[in-house]
């Protein structure tokens, strides 16, 4: 028999712990009621901001998250061709197109400059050209081996505006291609530029300061090319002051700032004159020849327009004596280039679809009302997508994403269109400087290859914009080329003078 106390005990033990077993199991439920409450909150919190945000596409074209803003679409968008990307979403707005009207362009030092300088931009052309480029490319067919034809035209514009900016040739195009320590150094530095354009500025900043990264990439790349302009400005102040003839000074751009005053009337300092100098390197680069590689890439899938500026060459050069016709190799004349229209309307087109710099920005600097009455404050970045203006067809008309160099002629001459439907060059007091010698650049370039080879796109090679400052090809323009006959030649000229 059990004792009463221990049964008593037992009893209590096991209302105690009915009572602990209860207790714990209202307790678990009213903390199990608690989770579900609070996720109940947060899931009806989720659905109003994407709600909210999902809203604002209507708005913006894209969903605008807090903190993180159309950082998610952006990321989205970069999983593909994000300039196409971008055109869907600002076509699918029907954004308005504002017109402005004639601003008269700032020529200050560096129109002087261009004109002071003479022909030299178009003879150190000619020489790199006919000295290396050409020479290049027979090799290559002699060869029978495929070309990186970007790579090489970035090499001929690079050469090309060092002697227009330095006088320096630093021998990019020479045979067997060197790497450059200049070019290479210039090229990481515009290539880890592109991060800070999708990189929050604190982050940047913080990467700056800690010497990480893109960040002491650019650094280093930045002081390589401050070294060899500083050597150039130290080389050339030497030379100039050891010329006693006024008549025998260079006429590159650094020789004659060296020859101006500032404002105070003081000569310029040696950082303004490399930063003049390696601006006019940035800007004039690689815009040009990366025109030419799209360029060249339309051509292949547009013989009927390779077959008229083939035609148009022949029939200008036809123009000639026979004898000076027949000169090997054939120089181009300068105003023979001037009469290329139609391939002037070409190379237009070409930029018209895909713009060296698809995408640019301007800073407000005061309060500001746009044409359709959009307000911007100071500080605020407006950014515009010359890529997507090409394929508006509010802008460019229902065949605006055809390539048709005919658009750009009347009456078999070339016209050109306003800077603010056409902005591959900018427009108003921010107009390219250098516009018409790129235009004559490329033209010579091409016409000099054109009427030499036909160029082909290596079988499967892909063709894709690369996310940079510039639209470079993702994986350059590898093609073979294949000399035109004289036979072939001919029949163009027997067309022309029936």
């Keep these: 028999m059990i004792p009463s106390t221990t ?11 009915t009572q602990n077993l209860a207790g714990n199991f209202l307790s678990r439920r009213f903390f199990f009621l608690h989770d579900i409450q609070i996720l ?10 994407s709600i909210h945000s999902l809203r604002q596409k209507k708005r913006y074209g894209l969903p605008v998250w807090p903190f993180l803003g159309m950082l998610p679409s952006l990321v989205s968008g970069l999983q593909g061709n994000m300039y196409e990307w971008l055109t869907d979403v600002i076509c699918s707005q029907n954004a308005p197109t504002m017109r402005r009207g004639n601003d008269k362009g700032r020529r200050q030092a560096l129109s002087s400059t261009q004109r002071s300088s003479g022909n030299s931009p178009t003879e150190s052309l000619l020489e790199l050209v006919h000295s290396g480029l050409l020479p290049v490319l027979e090799n290559s067919v002699n060869s029978l081996v495929s070309i990186d034809l970007q790579d090489i035209l970035l090499r001929l514009t690079f050469d090309n505006v060092c002697m227009i900016a330095f006088g320096v040739d630093p021998g990019f195009l020479r045979p067997g291609l060197p790497e450059i320590p200049f070019a290479k150094a210039f090229e990481d530095a515009t290539e880890a530029t592109v991060f800070r354009f999708v990189t929050p500025t604190c982050i940047w900043k913080i990467m700056r300061y800690l010497d990480l990264g893109t960040e002491r990439k650019l650094k280093q790349s930045i002081k390589g090319v401050d070294e060899f302009a500083e050597e150039v400005i130290r080389r050339r102040k030497k030379e100039l002051s050891l010329l006693s003839d006024k008549n025998t000074q260079r006429s590159d751009i650094l020789s004659i700032f060296m020859g101006l005053k500032n404002e105070h009337g003081q000569p310029y300092s040696d950082k303004f004159l490399r930063d003049i100098c390696v601006n006019f390197i940035l800007a004039g680069r690689d815009t040009s020849s990366v025109a030419l590689s799209w360029f060249f890439w339309l051509l292949e899938q547009n013989p009927r327009v390779e077959e008229k500026i083939l035609a148009e060459i022949c029939r200008i050069v036809g123009e000639r004596e026979e004898v000076k016709r027949k000169e090997s190799p054939l120089v181009f004349k300068p105003e023979e280039i001037k009469k290329m229209d139609y391939l002037h309307a070409a190379l237009s087109e ?6 060296s710099v698809p995408v640019d920005h301007k800073e407000v600097v005061e309060d500001d009302i746009f044409p359709d009455g959009t307000v911007v404050k100071r ?9 997507a203006m090409g394929r508006m067809e509010a802008i460019w008309g229902k065949d605006c994403r055809e390539f048709k160099p005919e658009r750009w002629l009347r009456d078999g001459r070339f016209m050109s269109e306003s ?8 427009g108003g007091p921010r107009l390219c400087l250098g516009k018409d010698f790129a235009y004559y650049q490329m033209k010579f370039a091409a016409a000099s290859i054109i009427y030499r080879y036909s160029v082909k796109v290596a079988k499967n090679h892909p063709v894709v914009p690369k996310l940079a400052l510039t639209m470079y090809m993702k994986h350059g323009l590898k093609v073979n080329l294949y000399k035109r006959q004289e036979l072939e030649l001919q029949k163009y000229y027997s067309n022309n003078n029936p």
Excluded: D, Q, W
């Design 40 to 49: 109940e909150l947060f899931l009806a919190l989720f659905v109003f901001v």
């Design 419 to 426: 800077a603010y439907k056409f902005t591959a060059f900018n």
């Design 7 to 17: 049964s008593a005990n037992l009893t209590s033990l096991s209302s105690s712990s």
């Design 350 to 355: 070409a930029l018209r679809l895909y713009p």
């Design 379 to 387: 500080g605020t970045k407006v950014i515009y997508a010359i890529y």
